[in-house]
């Protein structure tokens, strides 16, 4: 049923029928700025339960994720959750049976980096052998500030998640082991509790070596790099093109700063695959709730490694289960 006001311009296919947010009139706004119209619930069990809801999509705070997602399963509707998946490995167990109960894959988590083109370009150059065997990767997550309450739990579970999450899909390999520990830190952020930057290093079964710097105000940019390392050669993942300007006796090119347009294609692609398939009655086929929780388990291990001062955390994770199996 086409209805002008309800229809999405980006993603064919869907209409916005519900929103909800806990903070009164937030939604509405936001309906308003896009110039939509849709039902405004002040508690996300309406809207789950409502008969105009096909599709559920969690973009609340990670806090709420689960009771979200938990709800919308237990309704039998399609759900995409914005990663992370819930707050630890537990949570997205949790997650995992409900999921079962209805036979078939209902959720996908927002992990968009397997979307992004220039990821799906390395992926497939690494499958092809282009770098023979990868060896290591050098990465970069830098955010440009972040408010005080953005913690060292944000850093690791909220920021970091997309390498834990894109690094073993990028070179086939599961993770050994992880560990966390922070340098000196910024002077950009005064509760000494809070580790920033951070540094993440991370072993897979094969040996592959990973190291990433994860800063969120980093004070000048939205800044990316992803290096895979290999026995023949090295990818490089490529930045947002800017124009160069020579000028004053200078050479420079603008550094993005919103996280946004860094992976704008990467969000509609990600969006339009999920809803492509739901839409038709069919299974999402992007990141599941599986590889929500072999993240979550990451993640878990990452933080006992911060609070031990880096000390290295061995990870063991169980086969992936058929019912996840491509
Ligand atoms: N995939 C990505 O690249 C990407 C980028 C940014 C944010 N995210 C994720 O998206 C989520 C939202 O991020 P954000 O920056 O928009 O956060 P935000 O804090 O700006 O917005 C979250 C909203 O959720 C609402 N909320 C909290 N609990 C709720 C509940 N129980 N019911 C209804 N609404 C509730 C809050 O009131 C708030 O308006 C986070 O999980 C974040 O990790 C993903």
């Given at each position: 049923?086409?209805?002008?006001k309800?229809t ?5 296919n ?17 309906l ?163 580790k ?10 094969k040996?592959?070596?990973?190291y ?27 930045t ?36 492509d ?15 929500g ?34």
């Open positions: 049923m086409e209805s002008p309800r999405c311009e980006t993603i064919a869907v209409d916005v029928t519900a929103v909800c947010d806990i903070v009164p009139g937030k939604a509405q706004k936001a308003d700025d896009l110039g939509l119209e849709a039902k405004d619930y002040s508690d996300y069990h309406d809207l789950v339960k409502d008969p105009d809801v096909d599709v559920v999509v969690c973009t609340a705070s990670n806090e709420a994720h689960y009771e979200v997602v938990m709800a919308a399963l237990k309704e039998g509707k399609f759900t995409f959750c914005e990663k992370p998946l819930a707050l630890d490995a537990k949570q997205c167990m949790d997650i995992i049976e409900e999921e079962k109960k209805q036979g078939r894959r209902m959720l996908q988590v927002g992990f968009m980096r397997h979307y992004a083109p220039e990821y799906v370009q390395m992926k497939k150059m690494i499958d092809d052998g282009v770098i023979g065997q990868p060896l290591m990767i050098d990465e970069r997550h830098y955010n440009q500030t972040q408010p005080e309450e953005y913690d060292s739990t944000r850093s690791i579970i909220e920021t970091a998640i997309h390498e834990i999450d894109l690094n073993h899909w990028l070179i086939s390999d599961d993770y050994k082991n992880i560990r966390v520990f922070s340098p000196l830190q910024t002077r950009h952020v005064q509760n000494k509790d809070i920033d930057p951070q540094i993440v290093m991370m072993e897979t079964k040996g592959i070596n990973i990433l710097q994860v800063f969120v105000r980093c004070q000048y940019g939205y800044d990316i790099k992803c290096d895979v390392i290999g026995e023949e050669g090295v990818l490089e993942l490529p947002v093109p800017q124009v160069a300007t020579r000028l004053d006796a200078q050479y420079s090119t603008k550094i993005l700063t919103d996280w946004k347009a860094r992976f704008e294609s990467a969000y509609d692609i990600e969006f339009r695959d999920f809803i398939h739901v839409s038709q009655g069919n299974s999402p086929e992007g990141p599941s709730a599986w590889d929780y072999i993240a979550a388990v990451t993640a878990d291990a990452a933080l006992v490694s911060l609070e031990n001062d880096g000390e290295k955390q061995d990870l063991d994770f169980p086969e992936r289960p058929e019912f996840y199996k491509d």
